[in-house]
Each structure stands twice: as structure tokens, then as C-alpha cells.
């Protein structure tokens, strides 16, 4: 226990846990050469578990007297496994299931078993042929001492081996990793969760009555089951649209793949994926801690289920597109056609517009795909079809309800705005909407939009528009002064959220315009709910447009592929749609760029695409707190590199580590999941200590990045100390939004400010006092203020107002001021906590002492010197004011200052000093007075 | 009228109770007129300043009490303004650099400097240096020592210095062998008690000896407190006979009850709760490390005998590391933790932490 030790051990067996599942993934790759070599091993598997599955398989020689005594064990402690069972029992079973023992251990009982129980090998070889752990090792050494531990003694020997305890420990403790540990000390015993995962199932069904009678046994069960090998599993190279047509739900935790993982799978060979399951769900792919409302459904439905092997082997078994049923065929056939009629049409249509403005028309082949590619009509408006046929009718009756002055609300209701307000995410075509209808209905659209200033004074002035879009320009191009404004003509007024500090008044000018417009205005703004456009709320309609879904983009970005010869997938389509939040822009720029390389596109690729063009997003602490605490991102199964999860830290390197300070008790660890009673507690308080020093370290690091030698190299090692090694111990349910102990800002912000505020104004005491005091800040607090306590508070709140001539003459003592006096009393704590306090003072005794106090003089120690410079105090009392008089005079004040300042000029310090003080009112007052005098 | 402590403050080096050895090579020091630089260090309520107050006397005469308080403003490199406070009399001036925090190189620098670029004004003073007080030098940073040490040397003609710490141990060895190393030490307790006499005798009342012991046994060492305990039970008490129950300071009895709590129950939503109230106590300006110990021997007293060791030995590792890191509240929480771990550990008689 030397502290020396401490560090060292921890960061030695603790790496890895704390890596997570990436750690271990790492490691994996060491161990499958190990797997030959087994042979000379024999796979024992006693068990008290796994043996139901082995007796059914394995000779029946099988339950030798050996193996039947577990069994008897697990009987007998039965009735007492009750919490208040003592720990050596409770620890005892612990020791069945270690199969992390060391390398010695191993040996040794190997060796005791290897004959007896040679016969059994053969057959177990077959069904768990690449197995190679060692289970149960040492059941025959245990089993006598048990009894004993359990049923006389309720603590355990202290002679117990301290190895033993340890095998212990680590056999319960880290679930995650026995994997790597295991081929660590020992690379024969290379495991293949795999090939271990196959029984699994099967013994699991009837593991479940067993699961409630023995805690124990649950939790061994668990952890059979439960070590995930993530990345054990390699994904199977099936035909390349295998899954096509079947539609699949996933719940619960599989082993070797993550929820992501899984989900990208199925969709990778043209799977569909959905959240619920319902009555046309092909497939459920069940994992650990399935839902049970998705297990209802099942039920329900009678639905397929299928656990992560035979999700892989549909994949590898299953042949394409031939098996798809007759209709889904024809609709894929009918949805090709469409595409290549679509890409005709547009083929034509580029080639005329080509002829029609042959002279100054620009080649199509030279433009964006984006204006290249923008929809011509309505129909090829993806998505928000409903809302432009709102705005197209809007526009259509424009005319009439401009003759009715507004009042005819029409059929949509929208016939009482003068302007449209259409918000919505970038990229989904709201401008494009916008010019398109205006089109369409003959109007004349003139564009401003962030390029042009709009403040107030423009806006108001500026409806000559000068400055305008090009194409209503080219249009009528023969005005000089841009176009004129007709009947004929629509205001679109782009990126109205973007009328930043530049354009000062502006949207409240252009409100100002919308009511009184005689032309349509659309305005167009990314955020509805910005400050800003709280004026155009009321004025105009407001038209929300939403994301388009994948499958609205789908046919329209096929076309476009098609026609730019591009062989690309529509579920890597998809992909690109979703990654981008259907940002249909951002599809077409992506796609374009990609043209240039290369003409086809697969799942993967897509995938990578996408993650490039990721639209990078800020997170806030609290979603970082949340994601770093939540259950998933240090799960077995998660991806995540120890990079990715320092990066978390990074996106707020100042505020994340005070954040999980503050919140990682508020928890619950999901390494805890198999531990109960006693041995729950101990663990937990183990994981908060491991936190809890690491947040320690994390602060001396800090000091070390932020003192006088700044090592900001350090950084990485701060993220690793103060936020992600934490989290990895903590992590799991809890401090959710709205719970008892929801994720909190960080108090320690606000409690250092207060220190320091407290801390200066003792400082004001100290030095107050210094003069009959020699004691420094800490001692006046410790020693003296308790001291004082009796004397200048306590008589307040015992006498009251009678005792204030006492407290204050031994303020003056100590030359204290009321002021002082109030940080007396915030100082106190416990039950002399400021509140606490001066609940029991009177408010007539407080207002006495402040009264009393003020009236009397006091010695005053020294002066500060920033109260030098102040203008003192105004003196209460004096005459009010004579308003009528000052404003009578008003006129020749104004004349008299000028005379003031020609005549007399060194007077004018003088006169600084009198007026200072005056109040308000008085200068005006005093100004005509001095003014007569000086005429006199 | 004042607080005992302070009326009855020894003015003189004659008039001091304890340490007479002290008293006397202080009293040839201040004759021989070579007066060397010093350093007093010593725990709180030893009389430190008491003897540097009765050295000064001694030096330059009565004139030293008279003593005016003066607030001078120097600026930070950044432009910022730092307040400072300063003690001075005709012939000696005192600093709390520590008031400046970060910036107390500043005030050392420039405040020194103006010092000693001077010499002493009047020509009747006994001495031609003057005397700069330096307190809670043992909180001076690191570049403030190093700005001290050069000064120390150059300008030893028209300045002395005096500093005063309570430990040496966070001063440069440059500084402290420049010094004359002065120990006052905590009085035990027949001087405490003559002390405590002295002042009831001053007082006009009979202090009962059983009275002074409980005094004595409570105060742990700390003179000042002793007496402000005394003054506080004569006001409560004035007879001083019978039970007395000392009156725990505020803090302590506050630090007590996180003690309480860490015993009493060892959960996540219990360390929260501790949090809390050390934020309390922290904000209300109650020294960490003080903190620490006063709820380390509370919780010693509490657990049995094999934990106690253990408990000590990691509130000794987490202070430390609280001297070196900045949020102190990490380390006090770390402590925490680990004994609530400790604690339920052998509670089940369960030894976790030899499994890592």
C-alpha cells in the first residue's frame, strides 16, 4: 500500500478497461494465431451452467463425481444467498467461475484433470472445436472449503491465500476484457468468443428459470454471455444486394457489433432498417437486453428473430435480388423506367434551351450541377410539394386580393398576408421555390439577400432597387436604374435572419414596408424562432418547409445520376441524403466532386464520403456530458478510438473537465450490472475512488498546463485525467434531463467567485483590524471571528436593539464599519450561517444598528485608496429643488455657460468642485445665480 | 475595550513569558547594531509577531506603535491594478504580498526597491536602517523568493528585513541562508499556563488550574486561541468552576459533521452531499489543508483501530497534492472517496485495493 505503488499499479492493469472496447480490440488480433495450437489442452467445462448444454452433447460419462459436486454446491447454498449473507460465502461461489485464473493455477489443476477426464474430450472437440478456455478450473480445490466458509464462519479465513483474493477480484470485476487478459499471460488459452458465443443461445433459454433463484448464478450466466468481443466477428461477403427487399429491426445489444455497426450492415446489402417492429417486418435481430416492448411485438406479430450468427449467415446464404418476389421487381423495373424517361426529358430540355439562346446561352456542361440540375417545374420539386402549391396560389390570387384590400382570407387563409415568410434548414430548396413559383406565375422576381446592405434608411429607400438579381435584370435590362417595380413583381427578400448589426433597423423597416406593399414579398430565413424575426411573425404567413425524406430525393438524385452516367446505388444515395440531413445541395456538390474521379460509387465509399462532408457540429457540455456518462460510448461494443473520445473533451477543453466533476457520481455504472448486494457496494465505492483520483491527477496536470511553465503539450494527458478516464469508470444510466440528479452546471464556478469575493472583503477586516490585531486572513477567520461572535452579533440577536451602543463601541474597538460587520456575518457557517443568523435579528435592530452606526463618528484606520478619487457621498437633507424656478431660467442657462467659459476660466476647477456634489437639479438652479453675480 | 489577546499583549522583550533564550539573543542582537535579516517561523498563536513587534521596540523605541495604515496600487504588467496593504510606522514597513496573488513579484520589486533606494529620513532614529516585515512569506511565489534575493544582499546597508512564516519548508534555500533563522516555537503547557494566569491576574479574576488545563488541552498549542477561549468562557461562565464545555468554533464544529457523514453512510449521493459543504467551507475562507486535517482527526476518532493509519497516510498523499493542483475541492472529494472505500472495506473485512 506504499502511495508510491498506487500510480503505477493503475495505470498497469487498468489501461485497458479504461481504453474501453477499442483497448481490446487492439488486442485482439495477437490471439487467433494462438488457436492451433489447443490440442494439447484438453477443453474442460464444468460449469454449473454450460453444463446442461455439454451433458446433452457430451458422452455421459460426463457427470463424473467431480462435476456433480458443484452442482451440489449450487444447491446448497440456495437459502442463503439472502443480502445479509455473509461475504465469504457470497465470494466463495465467485471462485467457480474464474476462469481468468493465472497461469499457475491453470497448470496445475490441468494437470489434475487431465486424466480423468480425457474420455470427455473427443466429442466436446467436435461442438466447440476452436475453444480453448478453460472453465471451472479449479471447482475440485474449492468445494470442500466452501461449505465451511458459508455455513460456520460468517467472515472468511484471514488465511486465505491473498492470490486467491485476487483471482477473485478479477474474475468479477472486469467483464469487458477477459479476452486480452486471458492471452496475455498465456497464449494457448487464445480464446474464440465465437466459437463460445454459438451455445449460447441455446443454453440460455433454460439458464433463465435458474436466473432467479441464484444471484450468483445470474451474474455468472451474465458474464458468460456477456463478454462482447467486439470486432471478433468478421462481416460476411455476401451477394451484394442479398438483403434487398427485407426490412429488419434490431434491439438489444449484440456481441461483436454495434448498434451502428449492425444497422449500416444490414443496409450495406440493401437491407431495410426501421425502429419498430410491425407486422411487415421480415427479421427481428435480437441481441442481450432486448426491449420489451419490441418482445411484445414480436410476440404479437409472430415475427422472425434472429440472434447475430444467423444475421450473418442470412447475409452470406441468402442470393440476391432472384429471390425477391414478383412485385417488388415490377416496381423496381417501373421506378427505372421513370429515372431514364426523367433523364431524357432533361436531356431535351438542356438541348433546346441550348438552340433557343444559342448566342448567349452559357453550355450547361460548364454550370454547377446545382443550377444545372435545379427544378424546372413543380414536379421536380423534391418534398414541401403541399407548401408550394400554397405559396403558387398564393401568388395566383395576389392580384384579387389586392383589389379587396386583404380582407378575403381565400382558401388557405393566406389571402390577408402581404408577404410570405418561408423558414426552414438550408438546402431543401427554398429559394429555389420561391423563383420557381414567381416564375411560373409570371411574376418578376427581385432578390435581396445577405449581399446587399438592408438597414433601415436602405430598406426604406431602397425598394428602387439598384441593386438586384441578375435575371429579372437581364430580363427587362433596357432601365438603367435596374427594374422598375411593377404589378407584375415579387420582393423575395433571401435570408432575412441574416440582417445582421450592419443593417441596423432593418427588419423592423421592412415590417414597416410588408404592411403597406403593394407587390407580394416572400421573405426566406433559416431559423423561425430567431429574436429577430419576432416583428415579421405577425405580418406575414409563415411557411414552414421541412427536410425532404431520403426517399423524395431518391429519384430526382437516380435521375441525375443516370444522366451524368454515374453508377451509383440508391442506398448509398441514401446514405449521402441522410448524412447531410438531406441537404439536397450538398448531395449534388458531393456527387459532382466525385464525378470527376471516378463514375461509380459503393456502400463503403459512400460511407466515407459522407463522413468527410460531415457538416462539423459543436456540441454543448451538457451533450458531451451526457454522451460521455451515457451507457454506450465506453460499451464493449463501441467504436470509438481513445482519440475520438479525448476529442469530446477538446470541443470545451475549459469547461468538460468541471462537467464531469461535477455530474460522475450521478451515475449508474454499467460495469456494475452483475454485482448485487455487498459486493455491489464495495465495487461501486471502487470505481468512484478510481474516478475520483483520476480527477485528482487531473488537476495536478491542470496546474501544470496552466502555472508558470505552461506545458500545454499536456493537454491529451488532462483529456485522458480529467474527463475520459472518469467517464470509463462511470459510465452508464442516470442524470437524465428531468431526474433526481440530472446532469448539473458545474458548482465550482460559482462557489470560487464567492470565495473570492468573501476572501477580498476579509482582507478589508484584516487590515481593518491590523492595527490591534497581529494575526493574518485564516487567523482573524479561524480564531478571531469566532471570538468576536459573542460580542458584536450575538447580543443583537439575544437583546436586541437595546444592545446596538454595546456592539457598536466594540466595532469601534476594532475599527470595524457596517460593512464589515455584514462580512462577519456571511462569513459564519453551520449555526452561524449567515441566514440562519439574521433570521434572528430583528429588522428593527438591524435598521437600528445601521442607523445608529451611521449617525456616530468612528475612528477610521486609513483611508482606501480608491475611495480618494470618489466623488464623496451627496449629504442628505437640503432644499428640493424649485422646478418651476430651473425652468424658467432654462433660456439664460444656456447663454450663461458660454459666458461662464470665456470669463472666467480659472475658476472653472473651483466650479467642478461645488457642482460635483449637487444634486441633479441643483446646477440648473445654481447656474442662473452665479450667472447674476458675474453680471453684477 | 479590546479582546484580551490584544490588551494584554506584551509590548517588550523584558515583558515575555516563554522562550527567554530568544528573548535575550533578540535583546544582543538589537544592541550589537549589526542586526542581520530574520526569518520567524513557528505555528499560529506561538508569538511571532509579538516578537517582532517587541525586537522593533527594542531597536527603535516606542515610536515603532505608532503605526498608520496606507494602501498603495501597483500595476500588474497586464495593467491591472493590484491593492495592497501596507503597516508602517517612522522606521519599519510591513507587506502582505500574498495579498496580490499572482502578482507579488510586483509589489516586491517595486515596493523594495523604493525602500531601500532611500535612506532613513530621520536623523535622530537609533538606527540607520530601516525595517521591511514581510508576512505569510512562506505563501510568497516562487519569483517573488528569487525577486527577494538579490534585494536582500544589495541594499543591506539601508534595509533589513524580517519575514514570517509559519513553515520553512516552502521558502528557497536562497532566502533562508541569508537569513537568521528564528524558531518560535508552539509554548507547552507550564508556559501556557503562566500565560493564562498572567492574563487573569491582569484581568482581576482567579483562573482555577483545572480551568487553565481544559483551556490548554483544547487550544493545542495556539496562545491566541487559548486566550480568546478564556475570554469567551469567562463570559459565559464567570465563575470558571465547575464542567466547562469549550465553545468549538463555527468551522470545526461544521468540519465535525462531514466527518459524521462520511461514517455514517458510503454513497454516491453522500459525497455529493459532502461537496456541498466543503464548498461551504471553502468559500467562507477556511483553509483547505485545515479543512483536511480537522476532518481527518475527526474521522480517526471514529474508525477503528486498523483503519487509522491508512486514513492518515492518504490525507497526508491528497494535501499534498492539494498544495501543488489549483482546484483544491478534487483532491478533498478524492480523499473522500477513498476513505468511504476504506471504510466499507473493512467494514465487510474486505480488502479490495491489494487486487489491483
Not at chain 1, 478456455?133 to 467472515?155: C, H, N, Q, R, Y
Request: proline share 7%; charged share 30%; aromatic share 6%.
Amino acid at each position: 500500500m506504499a502511495p508510491s505503488q498506487k500510480p503505477n499499479k493503475s495505470t498497469g492493469s487498468d489501461i485497458r478497461s479504461f481504453f474501453g472496447g477499442s483497448g481490446s480490440q487492439k488486442l485482439r488480433p495477437t490471439s487467433p494465431a494462438a488457436q492451433p495450437v489447443p490440442e494439447k489442452k484438453p477443453v474442460i467445462e464444468i460449469s454449473d451452467d454450460e453444463d446442461m448444454p455439454s451433458v446433452k452433447n457430451a458422452s455421459p460419462s460426463k457427470p463424473t463425481p467431480r462435476a456433480s459436486l458443484p452442482s451440489a454446491l449450487q444447491n446448497k447454498p440456495k437459502p442463503a444467498v439472502a443480502p445479509r449473507k455473509s461475504v465469504g460465502a457470497i465470494v466463495a461461489p465467485m471462485d467457480v467461475d474464474s476462469d481468468d485464473e493465472p497461469v499457475i493455477k491453470k497448470r496445475k489443476v490441468a494437470s489434475a484433470l487431465l486424466s480423468s477426464d480425457e474420455d470427455d474430450t473427443p466429442p466436446k472437440k467436435k461442438k466447440i472445436a476452436r475453444k480453448a478456455t478453460i472453465l471451472s478450473s479449479d471447482d475440485d480445490d474449492e468445494p470442500p472449503k466452501k461449505p465451511v466458509a458459508s455455513g460456520s464462519k460468517p467472515k472468511p479465513k484471514p488465511r486465505l491465500s491473498k492470490s486467491k483474493k485476487d483471482d477473485d477480484f478479477i474474475a468479477s470485476s472486469d467483464d469487458e476484457e477477459p479476452a486480452p487478459k486471458k492471452s496475455a499471460p498465456k497464449p494457448k488459452a487464445g480464446p474464440s468468443k465465437a466459437a463460445e458465443k454459438r451455445p449460447a443461445p441455446n443454453g440460455k433459454s433454460k439458464e433463465e428459470p435458474s436466473k432467479n433463484k441464484f444471484n450468483w448464478a445470474a451474474a455468472r450466466a451474465a458474464k458468460l454471455a456477456g463478454p462482447a468481443a467486439p470486432g471478433s466477428k468478421a462481416v460476411p461477403d455476401g451477394a451484394p444486394d442479398c438483403l434487398a427487399g427485407l426490412s429488419f429491426v434490431f434491439t438489444g445489444e449484440l456481441s461483436s457489433f454495434s448498434r451502428d455497426e449492425s444497422v449500416d450492415i444490414a443496409k450495406r446489402f440493401g437491407g431495410r432498417v426501421v425502429g419498430q417492429p410491425s407486422g411487415k417486418t421480415d427479421y427481428v435481430v435480437l441481441g442481450d437486453n432486448a426491449g420489451p416492448s419490441k418482445l411484445a411485438a414480436i410476440k404479437k406479430h409472430g415475427l422472425a428473430t434472429l440472434n447475430e450468427d444467423e444475421f450473418l449467415n442470412l447475409i452470406v446464404t441468402r442470393k440476391g435480388t432472384g429471390k425477391l418476389d414478383e412485385k417488388t421487381l415490377k416496381k423496381m423495373e417501373k421506378e427505372k423506367e421513370a429515372i431514364q424517361t426523367a433523364a431524357k426529358e432533361m436531356e431535351k430540355r438542356e438541348r433546346k434551351a441550348a438552340k433557343d439562346t444559342s448566342s448567349k446561352a452559357i453550355d450547361p456542361s460548364s454550370q454547377l450541377w446545382t443550377t444545372r440540375y435545379a427544378p424546372q417545374n413543380i414536379k421536380e420539386i423534391c418534398g414541401n410539394k403541399l407548401q408550394v402549391e400554397k405559396l403558387q396560389q398564393w401568388l395566383k390570387d395576389w392580384p384579387n386580393s389586392l383589389k379587396s384590400g386583404f380582407k378575403k382570407p381565400g382558401k388557405n387563409g393566406m389571402n390577408v398576408f402581404r408577404a410570405v415568410l418561408i423558414t426552414g434548414p438550408p438546402g431543401i430548396g427554398k429559394t429555389t421555390s420561391a423563383h420557381m413559383v414567381a416564375k411560373l406565375e409570371g411574376f418578376t422576381p427581385i432578390e435581396l439577400n445577405a449581399s446587399d446592405a438592408r438597414s433601415k434608411k436602405l430598406v426604406e429607400n431602397g425598394m428602387n432597387v439598384n441593386n438586384t438579381s441578375l435575371d429579372g435584370y437581364i430580363a427587362g435590362g433596357r432601365e438603367k436604374d435596374g427594374v422598375t417595380i411593377t404589378d407584375r413583381t415579387v420582393l423575395i427578400m433571401d435570408e432575412v435572419d441574416g440582417m445582421s448589426s450592419g443593417d441596423r433597423g432593418g427588419v423592423g423597416a421592412l415590417n414597416a414596408i410588408i404592411k403597406k406593399s403593394k407587390v407580394p414579398i416572400i421573405c426566406i430565413a433559416n431559423d423561425r424562432g430567431a429574436q429577430k424575426l419576432k416583428p415579421l411573425i405577425a405580418t406575414t404567413f409563415n411557411m414552414p418547409f421541412s427536410r425532404p425524406s431520403a426517399q423524395m430525393i431518391r429519384s430526382r438524385l437516380l435521375t441525375i445520376a443516370f444522366k451524368e452516367k454515374m453508377k451509383v446505388p440508391a442506398n448509398v444515395l441514401d446514405q449521402l441524403v441522410q448524412s447531410s440531413q438531406s441537404d439536397i445541395r450538398q448531395v449534388l456538390n458531393m456527387l459532382s466532386t466525385w464525378r470527376l474521379s471516378s463514375d461509380t460509387m459503393d456502400f463503403d465509399e459512400g460511407k466515407t464520403l459522407a463522413q468527410m462532408n460531415q457538416k462539423y457540429t459543436i456540441m454543448s457540455p451538457f451533450d458531451i456530458t451526457n454522451k460521455m456518462l451515457g451507457p454506450y460510448l465506453f460499451s464493449a461494443t463501441a467504436r470509438e478510438s481513445l482519440g475520438d473520445k479525448m476529442e469530446y473533451y477538446f470541443q470545451d477543453h475549459s469547461f468538460m473537465p468541471l462537467f464531469m466533476q461535477e455530474n460522475y457520481l450521478k451515475t449508474e455504472p454499467s460495469s456494475l450490472r452483475n454485482y448485487d448486494g455487498p459486493m455491489r457496494q464495495l465495487k461501486s465505492l471502487e470505481l468512484m475512488d478510481k474516478a475520483a483520483s483520476s480527477i485528482s491527477d487531473g488537476d495536478l496536470v491542470d496546474a501544470l498546463i496552466h502555472g508558470p511553465e505552461q506545458h500545454w503539450a499536456l493537454m491529451p494527458l488532462h483529456a485522458v485525467c480529467s474527463t475520459v478516464r472518469p467517464a470509463s469508470f462511470r459510465y452508464g444510466m442516470g442524470g437524465h434531463y428531468g431526474s433526481d440528479n440530472a446532469f448539473s452546471f458545474p458548482q465550482w464556478l460559482g462557489q470560487n467567485s464567492k470565495q473570492t469575493k468573501l476572501s477580498r472583503q476579509l482582507g478589508d477586516v484584516q487590515i481593518r483590524m491590523r492595527l490591534k490585531v497581529s494575526g493574518d486572513k485564516s487567523e482573524i477567520r479561524q480564531s478571531y471571528l469566532p471570538a468576536l461572535f459573542p460580542h458584536i452579533v450575538r447580543p443583537l440577536m439575544d437583546v436586541g436593539a437595546s444592545a446596538v451602543p454595546e456592539v457598536i463601541e466594540k466595532m469601534d474597538e476594532y475599527y470595524l464599519s457596517k460593512e464589515d460587520w455584514d462580512t462577519i456575518v456571511e462569513l459564519g457557517v453551520d449555526q452561524q450561517k449567515d441566514d440562519l443568523v439574521l433570521k434572528k435579528i430583528s429588522a428593527a435592530t438591524k435598521t437600528n444598528l445601521t442607523k445608529k452606526y451611521n449617525a456616530s463618528e468612528h475612528p477610521i484606520p486609513f483611508y482606501k485608496a480608491t475611495d480618494l478619487g470618489k466623488v464623496p457621498k451627496k449629504l442628505p437633507g437640503g432644499p428640493a429643488p424649485d422646478i418651476e424656478d430651473a425652468f424658467d431660467m432654462d433660456e439664460p442657462v444656456e447663454e450663461a455657460s458660454d459666458d461662464d467659459k470665456g470669463k472666467d476660466g480659472d475658476d472653472i476647477s473651483k466650479n467642478k468642485l461645488i457642482k460635483a456634489p449637487k444634486k441633479k437639479a441643483a446646477p440648473k438652479e445654481k447656474a442662473p445665480k452665479k450667472e447674476k453675480g458675474g453680471n453684477k | 475595550m479590546s479582546l484580551w489577546v490584544d490588551q494584554y499583549r506584551p509590548r517588550a522583550l523584558d515583558d515575555l513569558h516563554y522562550h527567554q533564550g530568544l528573548s535575550a539573543r533578540l535583546k544582543s542582537l538589537a544592541a550589537s547594531g549589526d542586526f542581520p535579516h530574520m526569518l520567524f517561523y513557528g505555528p499560529s498563536g506561538a508569538g511571532k509577531k509579538t516578537r517582532i513587534t517587541c525586537t522593533l521596540r527594542q531597536l527603535f523605541g516606542p515610536g515603532v506603535e505608532k503605526l498608520k495604515i496606507d494602501q498603495r496600487v501597483f500595476l500588474s504588467p497586464s495593467k491591472r491594478k493590484i491593492e495592497v496593504n501596507i503597516v508602517q510606522s517612522n522606521f519599519h514597513i510591513e507587506i502582505t504580498p500574498s495579498e496580490a496573488g499572482n502578482y507579488d513579484r510586483v509589489v516586491i520589486q517595486e515596493l523594495l526597491k523604493e525602500i531601500a533606494q532611500t535612506q532613513q529620513v530621520d536623523l535622530n532614529a537609533k538606527q540607520r536602517f530601516k525595517v521591511v516585515i514581510i508576512n505569510e512569506a512562506d505563501s510568497l511565489s516562487r519569483d517573488a523568493q528569487a525577486a527577494l534575493r538579490r534585494t536582500m544582499e544589495k541594499y543591506m546597508s539601508n534595509m533589513r528585513i524580517i519575514l514570517c512564516a509559519n513553515s520553512t519548508s516552502r521558502l528557497i534555500a536562497p532566502i533562508k541562508s541569508r537569513c537568521l533563522l528564528m524558531r518560535v516555537a508552539a509554548p507547552n503547557e507550564d508556559e501556557m499556563q503562566t500565560v493564562l494566569a498572567h492574563v487573569a491576574k491582569r484581568a482581576y479574576f482567579d483562573l482555577p488550574p483545572e480551568a487553565a488545563q481544559e483551556i490548554i488541552k483544547d487550544s493545542g498549542g495556539n496562545l491566541r486561541k487559548a486566550i480568546l477561549v478564556l475570554e469567551a468562557l469567562k463570559m459565559q461562565s464567570p465563575d470558571l468552576t465547575g464542567p466547562l464545555s469549550i465553545a468549538k468554533p463555527d468551522w470545526e464544529t461544521y468540519c465535525q459533521k462531514v466527518a459524521g457523514l462520511i461514517v455514517t453512510e458510503q454513497t454516491p449521493a453522500r459525497v455529493m452531499e459532502i461537496r456541498a459543504k466543503f464548498y461551504e467551507l471553502l468559500s467562507h475562507c477556511i483553509p483547505p489543508t485545515v479543512i483536511l486535517k480537522t476532518v481527518a482527526e475527526a474521522v480517526v476518532s471514529q474508525v477503528d483501530e486498523t483503519l487509522k493509519a491508512e486514513i492518515m497516510h492518504w490525507a497526508a498523499f491528497y494535501e499534498v497534492r492539494m498544495r501543488i493542483g489549483s482546484k483544491k475541492i478534487y483532491h478533498l472529494e478524492a480523499w473522500v472517496v477513498k476513505v468511504m472505500s476504506l471504510y466499507k472495506q473493512s467494514f465487510y473485512q474486505f480488502d479490495i485495493s491489494e487486487f489491483e
